[in-house]
Structures are given as C-alpha cells and as structure tokens.
C-alpha cells in the first residue's frame, strides 16, 4: 500500500496530531503497543525465512523431496535411523519417517507454501470484495439489492465444505498452491465486501464525495480518487485479520488431503500421517504444528496491532474505566 | 420509562422483522441451490466414466450415463432436482423403480443409496459433535470472559487474555491431534474417539465423544470470552452503572446482574452464527477423531466424485447456516430491545 493510501483518513479516524502524516501516524501507533512490534519481527523473520528456503536448504545441502531410504529402518516400518528422528548434521531437524526426506527442508519450503497461498488468497478476497462492495454502494437501487444478496449468498456458503467440494472438480494438472488459494478467495470475500459497501453508503454522504459526484465525475472516477483512499484504512484492518485465517484454511485443506499436494510441502499436509509417528519422531508432529501455532499467533497479534494503530477509538473504548494505563490487548 | 417505550415498540414490528428474515433465508438457500447445481454439474469431468470404473466399454459408459441421466441439459436436470426436493421422483435401478420421499436429494452415483438417507444417517454423529462441544464452549468462554471483565487490569486478565490469544491461534486440528496423543496415547484416560450412538448407551457417547467436544471447545471459546469480556467492559464503562456504584450497589452484583446482561444478546447471536458454521466446520474434527458424520462422508464423495451426494451435502451444510443466521439475527433482536427493526 502507498502512503497516500494509507494516509487519507477514513471516518471514524481521528486526527490528534495535526500536522502529522496518516502514515507517520500509523508507524507511530504500530510502535507504541510492543506486543504487535514483536510479533511485526516475527511475521518478518518468517517472510525471511520463506523467501530464503532455496538459500537455507543449500546451506544444509539438502532438498525438500529427494527420498533418502537408507536413513529409514524399512524393517521397523519406517522409522528414521539414529537418535531423535535422524537429528544431526546432515539433517538439522530429522527425516521423514517412511520416506527420509529432509524435515527442515520441507518445513522452510512450508513456510513458503502457507504464506504465499493465505496472502494470495487475501488478495483475492480484498479485490472481490472492494469492487463488489463500492459497486453495491454506489450503484442504484438494484444493483445493490442485486450484489448484496449475491454477498449474502457467499456468506451463507460453508466455507470448508464449499472448497473441498470445489477442489475436488478442478483436473489435478492445474498448479494446486494457485487453486487453493484462488478457491478460498473466491469462497470467502463475503465478509468484507460487505464492510465495504457500509463504508461506501456512509462516505457517499460526507460533502466531499457528494461534491465529486455532483461536479459530474463518472462513478469510477469517484470510486478511484474519492473513495479507494478513504477506504483503505478499514480495509487493511480487515485483510490483516483474513491472512491467519487463510494460513489456518490452507493448513486445514492440506490436512484433509485435498489442499497442497505431495510433493509440494505443506504445514498441514506434514500432519496428515504425524500422529503414527509421534513416538518414534516426535518432532515430525511437533515442527509444523509448531510452526502453524507461531504463524498465525504472530499474524493475529500484529492485525489486532493494525486494528488498534487505524482505529484508536475503537481499541480505547475498551480502556474506559479500567484504570489501566497500558494498551488493552484484546 | 424509555425502555418500556422501546420494548413496546420493538415487540409491534417484531413479528414482521422475523418473517422478512425468514423469507430472506428461503430466498438465500434457493440461491445457493442453483450455485452449486451450476458448479459441480457444469464443471467435472466424464462422470460416468469414472462412475463405471476404468475398464468400461464406451457401451457400458453410454448406458451408465443415460442412466444417471447425464446427457440430458442442464436445466431439465436442475428441474428434476426440484421436482425430487419439493414432490419426490421415481428412478430406476436398472432392474426395478425405486421411489424417493420428497425431500429427494438424488441418488448416489457409488453406492445407489437415496441421498436424504444417507445424511439422515450421518446427522446425529455431527450433532452430537456439535451440539456437545457448544455446551462446553459456552460455560468455558463466557466464564472465562466474565473472570477477566471481573479481575480487569489485574494478573489474573493478563493471563487469561493470552491463553484465549493462544487459543484463537491454534488450529483445531492441532490441538485435537496434541490432546489425542497426550490423553489418549500417553496419559490414557480417555479412549481413542469411537461414535457410539447415544440410544445405544449414552454414557459411553459422552465418553466417547468428550475428546472432541474439548477440543472444539478449547479454540471456540476463545473467541466467546473475548466478545463477552468486550461487551462487559463496555456495559462497565456506562454511566448508568456509574449511578449503581455510586448508590452502593456492590461490585458482584455489578458484574453479576448488570455488566453480564450487556453481554447476552451479542454471545446469543454469535453462538447461532457458530452452530450453522460448526456443522459445516465439522469436517476437520471427524477426519481427525474417525467420527463417521457428515463432514467424513463429504470428503469421501469428494474423492469418488459422487455429485448427488457432494451437492446434497454441500445443500444441508448451508440450510443449516442459513437457519442459524436467520434464527441469530432474530435471538439477538429478542434479546437486545435497541436493535433498530428495520
């Protein structure tokens, strides 16, 4: 997002410090509630890590889908050979039982998996559900009525039952990190799309916009230059809150088997087969459960960070009377 | 007095709000009904191919479409649908015509077993999935609001707004996963989750069943005890809990009486909302425990491309949010007089 996105401000947004950018702002808030500051560096550190997998699985010399056999006891049924699930130099974290791949390998290229399809997926519904919200705000009478039925309907729409019925159909030669998270946008804008079409209707009133239109600017124009900035700030709120959803959507597909595909590594998917092996290989369940645990712990906390730093009264209302001084962390 | 005024009036267009909301749900679940026809009939590959098994003669692939009635077009298919939910419809077995009752949700492709039977069957595993993990997460989340409303700003909130965090951030199935090998595994005080039907012996159901319902209970009611500590703050914050205090009106009877009344309505709503999802949500925890409910059947159709019994599925799921928004939206309206019945 641009500053001047970020910076406009959105009813509901005071502005305490005049003078100061909205995004100055924004930074200002984020920074003052710790809890969101370290998980911002943890969200961070694990972007790093998706986005290093190749480089730190060249550093171990290893891969995430080459097949070891020999560091798997065939005869006890698969069970990764030496102490603690084949822990050691070669392999940082183990192996996989049964087929002796490379578990700190497939974690880290994981990480890349979760993160991208949850953001792309984000992606997808924040662009469905601005445009169908503004056209439901704007339009006339039947369209709104038209859209915001439509959104009713998507909301209606069990959401896991919806992509794995939906997942079932698509032919298998179509790249499945790309559906998965093309599938859960498609089923899951509903939510806010609606959001944005309740701040659409309140800021049509506000004079500025109802200047635009009156001035004769095409419905786009006041869509692009009038609404969009005002509308970030609730936007962003919200899509910060989507993506630990999607991650836990993603994980849960992939659990079920019908998500990402072997052999493309997946958090969920490395818990599929986890509970046979806890015994033998605790950490085969314990990394990406782990992993999955940390990720959207530290995505909820800094989107309940994003909410607090946009809309401070919000978060403030909750203070009243408490006596506390210290930032409500709910 | 203003409060009688509005009870009054909320009472006079209640009726009416209720109806409105009712054929809205009707009008939605109608919708839904042509969505999915459209996107599972429309979209999948050669079903009576798959239908037949790989070594079928195209003869035996004709006749098994013909059959299934897949060569027919599209709407004359969606036709029949509704003519089989709202009357009933005869089909045939190859050998002999069968009948199906009128909540007719079709056939199955695999096993030729009515649809609406197959769920019927499957129902009372969800539910009692569901219906026990919602008690649990109700007594567990708004205790645990309450407390952290009640010990506000002191060590006690602290520590119960990080594990709720904690809670909202764990996958269902990873907690279960962790609670199955723990309990089960190691400590071995629960058994591995079995259904047994409550009419055969309840107690065992409950035993059976309580793993699950924990582990439901333990992410969801996260979210109930954020909403009901929120909402009990914000009563707290009011002025006419003010004028309480300042009557000497005591704190337990603040929080109690007053404060927890403010968060009634909105844990109402949401456990409506969450019931509807929960039945559709409750794919993961059966995978997981083996419990043979809805959600197992589904991904098992899923994975031998049966469409009547994915759409027939797909269809209860969403009847079942459908009903539990409406009746939601209706509870809360009951429940909190100042909703503005528009």
Known sequence: MSEALVASQAPGTDSSVPGASGARQFWRRLRAQRAALVAAGVVALLVLIALAAPLLTAIEGQDPTTYHPSLVDSARGGVPVGPLGGIGGDHWLGVEPQTGRDLFARLVYGARVSLGVALAATLVQVLIGIVVGVAAGLGNRWVDQLLSRATDVIVAMPLMIMSLA??????????????????????????????????????????????????????????????????????????????????????ALSFLGVGVKPPTPSWGQMLTAADIWYQAAPQYLLLPAGALFVTVLALTVLGDGVRTALDPRAASRLRIGTGRRREAKA | MSA????????AGFPGF?????????????AISVIIYLVFYVAPGDVAQITCGPRCSPAQVHQVAEQLRLDDPLYVRYWHFLQGVFVGQDYSTGTSVQHCGAPCLGVSYQSGQQVTQLIWAKLPVTFSLVLGAMVLWLI??????????????????????????????????????????VVCGQLQLLPFPQYVPFTEDP???????????????????????????????????????RTFRAYGVGERSIIGRHALRGAVAPVIALSANDFGSAIGGAVLSETLFGLPGLGRELVHAVTVVDLPVVVGMVLVTGFFVVLANAVADVLFAVADRRVVLS
């Not at chain 1, 698509?170 to 946008?185: E, W």
């Not at chain 2, 006690?156 to 907690?175: N, Y």
């Open chain 1, 166 to 251: 939906l997942l079932a159909i698509v032919p298998s030669s179509f790249p499945r990190p790309v559906l998965v998270a093309l599938i859960i946008g498609l089923v899951a804008w509903g939510s806010i799309a609606k959001i944005v079409r309740a701040h659409t209707l309140t800021l049509k009133e506000l004079d500025y916009v109802a200047a635009a239109r009156l001035s004769g600017w095409g419905a786009w124009r006041v869509a692009r230059r009038e609404l969009l900035p005002a509308l970030a700030a609730p936007v962003i709120t919200y899509a910060a809150l989507l993506v630990p959803t999607n991650i836990t959507v993603e994980a």
């Open chain 2, 4 to 11: 009688l005024k509005g009870l009054s009036g909320s009472l």
């Open chain 2, 18 to 30: 209720a109806l409105r909301r009712l054929v809205g749900a009707v009008v939605t679940l109608f």
């Open chain 2, 140 to 181: 567990l989340g708004v205790g645990t609001g309450v407390l952290s409303a009640w010990r506000r700003g002191r060590f006690t909130e602290r520590a119960l707004t990080a594990v709720t965090l904690a809670g909202t951030a764990t996958p269902v199935f990873v907690i279960g996963l962790v609670l199955m090998i």
């Open chain 2, 203 to 241: 107690e065992q159901w409950a035993w059976n069943l309580l793993l699950p319902w924990l582990s439901l209970a333990l992410i969801e009611s996260a979210k109930y005890a954020r909403l009901t500590r929120s909402s009990m703050l914000e009563t707290l914050a009011e002025d006419h809990v």
